[in-house]
Each structure stands twice: as structure tokens, then as C-alpha cells.
């Protein structure tokens, strides 16, 4: 069954190929969608025949989000936690033991279900693909159990045992990092794409560079991807860790020594900006214009997460990328579309072009510059054709 979408009054395909500038634009467009994937893609008067028809009047259409970082597996609620924030008290990662607390206590059905909502609520804004991380459980069991639930809506699932250090293992940090690289590991990686690790030296409850080594080398050789949280409190060794370890993905990136930047122009790693973190811990935002200009390969992601980032709204990202981070509005439309498929080292979506999967974000607007310039307000969702 072919359908054909026309009436598109612009498209990005981010294909140069298909069409004008970075995000080959293409105007007054239509493309046929066949078995899912994008099966032809062109100009309206040129479309050929097709099944069925659908005309989306004028409206712009972009590749769906992809949404290359995320923390949905959890319980619990700290609201007050950001309310302290807002009047103060600085951000260290220390709050996450509350959520490890009520993750651990939750059923698995009560787990399922806030996933469910979360996922349904990204969809909702015009996310079609989303990693989704471990983390909140930080034993055997609830790790492998975060890891397994994800699976069910997603196949981006990461190994995140090593978040921080849990409050039975406080002084323990080479303890915990060996149950982490062990029996952790071993229970984890059925369910897991990729392993991750927070590299924060300024944190004291986070991991630094050797323990964060010792993790992603045990996760390279069980067969995952590697992704690092890097750099966020200050400019430590996780970026250029990342970058000497392949890694996929440098994210948060906030705190960047001129090394780091060059680091990641002359690698295959993306620098995945989170900016949703900097407005919701009043954090400087990371220089997005810095790594552009020097030639790094820039990925937006949400950072959904129920303590530093609880928002699942990557066209705010985009806006605050624009606004805050010196990042045109096609740049940040690229970055939160292709940007975050190569992050997750995905040639299939975060694109329309011929081949790839016919995942379609619609706006109730005529550009994509009406992601920025109309912050706040609902513009995105997903047509299903």
C-alpha cells in the first residue's frame, strides 16, 4: 500500500541532494510512502499516482525527532528539588538518589505505564525515534529489569549502572564499579544497545576518568556502543575520553577546554547538547557556534529525566538552541533531526530521503523557523501515513 502526502508547503529532508542548503529543502513538495519508507520525494506537480492521498495544506514536514538522550525508566517526583534550584542550591547529581529510592520500590507495571506516557508525550511533539537509559535502579536486578522495560519501546536502550555511586556503596566507589563491570553487566547487556557512564570529577557522586575508562572498555568488550555523560560540571576527561574510545556520543559538553573541542572536530564522536539541563539547573549553556565553527558534528536531545531536565519537548530544545547557544534555526532543526541519528549511528531515520523510514513530523506552520520562533507553542506532531 503506497500513500502519497502532498501539499507540503515546505520539506526537510536533510538530504543536499533533494533540495536546497543543509536541510535540502524542498518547496511546494509532496513524497510517496511505501511499506514505511520514503519511496519518492519531489516537487507536488511531479508526484506520481499512489494508493491513497493525503494532503497536509501548506504545512511544513520534517523528518521526526530523534531524540538521542533520555532517562524515562523511573518513579518518583522532585519538583521540589527544582524549586530549591530556582532559589539557589546548585546542581550535583546528588538528588538522584531519591529517584533510585522510589524506582526500586515501584512494580514493574507502575514503571511500564510512566514510560508509556512519556513516550506517547515526545510522539506528541514529534519525536519518532528515542534512547532511552538505565540508571535509577543502580543493583542486578532493577538495572536489568529498566533495561528490559525499555527494550519494550525502544531498540536505543543503554546500560547506565554506572549514574553514581548508590548510598550503600558510599566509599566504595572501586566496589560498586566492579559490580557495575560484572554480574551488573552481565544481566543488562541482553536488553542493551549501548553502555554509558557519568564522567564528573567535580561530582561526588559521579565516576572519574579511570572508573569511567574501566566501564566503557567492559561494556566494548560485552558488544555495546559506547556513549559518556561528559563534561557538564566542568571541564574534566570525559570528552576526550569519549573521543579516544570511539565512542558514539559526547553529551552535555558544557564545560569545553580548546582540546575538547578540537577532540571532537577531528573524531567521528557527535557533541550531543542537552540545553533543557542549563535552563532547568541555571547552568551556563554550552557553546554550540564554538563547535560548529570548529567543524564538530552537533546532536539536541531532551535530556528527559525527572531531576536536572524534566522535559520531553525537543522543539524547546530547539528554541533554546537558537536562543542561548548561538545555533541558527536550521542548525537546531539538523541537530535534533540527523544531528541525533548520528548520535545513535542511524542511517535510517532523522532524514526523508529515498530508503529511509517514513517517519513524519508535521507543523501547523509553513517553516521550520516556526520552531524557534514560536517557542512554547505546539506546533509539532507526528502524521501516521
Not at 508547503?9 to 543536499?16: C, F, I, K, S, Y
Amino acid at each position: 500500500m503506497s500513500t502519497l502526502v502532498t501539499g507540503i508547503g515546505e520539506l526537510v529532508t536533510n538530504d543536499p541532494a533533494l533540495g536546497s542548503g543543509p536541510l535540502g529543502l524542498v518547496h511546494d513538495a509532496a513524497l510517496v510512502v511505501e511499506d514505511g519508507l520514503v519511496a519518492w520525494v519531489g516537487s507536488a506537480a511531479a508526484a506520481p499516482d499512489a494508493d491513497r492521498r493525503t494532503d497536509v495544506d501548506g504545512r511544513a514536514v520534517l523528518p521526526g525527532f530523534v531524540d538521542s538522550h533520555a532517562h524515562l525508566v523511573f518513579a518518583g517526583d522532585r519538583a521540589a528539588e527544582f524549586e530549591a534550584r530556582m532559589t539557589g542550591t546548585p546542581y550535583d547529581g546528588g538528588g538522584i538518589a531519591t529517584t533510585v529510592a522510589a524506582t526500586r520500590a515501584a512494580t514493574d507495571d507502575e514503571l511500564r505505564a510512566h514510560l508509556a506516557r512519556l513516550v506517547a508525550e515526545m510522539r506528541a511533539q514529534g519525536t519518532t525515534t528515542v534512547e532511552v537509559k538505565s540508571g535509577y535502579g543502580l543493583t542486578v536486578d532493577d538495572e536489568a529489569r529498566a533495561l528490559r522495560l525499555a527494550r519494550e519501546v525502544t531498540p536505543e536502550t543503554t546500560f547506565l549502572g554506572a549514574h553514581v555511586v548508590p548510598t550503600e556503596y558510599a566509599g566504595r566507589a572501586d566496589a560498586y564499579v566492579e559490580l557495575v563491570t560484572g554480574p551488573m553487566l552481565a544481566a543488562g547487556a541482553p536488553s542493551a544497545r549501548w553502555i554509558d557512564v557519568f564522567c564528573e570529577p567535580a561530582s561526588p557522586h559521579a565516576f572519574d576518568g579511570d572508573a569511567a575508562r574501566v566501564v566503557l572498555e567492559a561494556g566494548r568488550a560485552a558488544g555495546l556502543g559506547l556513549r559518556v555523560h561528559a563534561n557538564q560540571l566542568s571541564a574534566g576527561p570525559g570528552v576526550r575520553l569519549a573521543v579516544e574510545l570511539g565512542a558514539a556520543s559526547a553529551d552535555h559538553c558544557t564545560h569545553l577546554a580548546d582540546a575538547d573541542v578540537e577532540a571532537l572536530a577531528g573524531s567521528g564522536t557527535v557533541a550531543t547538547l542537552l540545553p533543557g539541563v542549563e535552563f532547568s539547573t541555571r547552568s551556563p549553556y554550552p557553546d554550540a557556534r564554538r563547535l560548529l565553527d570548529a567543524g564538530a558534528t552537533v546532536a539536541l536531545a531532551s535530556d528527559c529525566n525527572p531531576g536536572s531536565c524534566f522535559t520531553s519537548s525537543l522543539p524547546f530544545c530547539i528554541a533554546l538552541a537558537v536562543r542561548e547557544m548561538g545555533m541558527t534555526p536550521a542548525e537546531a532543526v539538523w541537530a535534533a533531526t540527523a544531528g541525533g541519528a548520528a548520535a545513535l549511528r542511524r542511517t535510517d531515520v532523522g532524514r526523508l530521503a529515498l530508503g529511509s523510514r517514513a517517519d513524519l513530523a508535521v507543523l501547523d506552520a509553513p517553516s521550520y523557523r516556526h520552531l524557534a520562533y514560536r517557542p512554547g507553542v505546539p506546533l509539532a506532531g507526528v502524521l501516521d501515513v
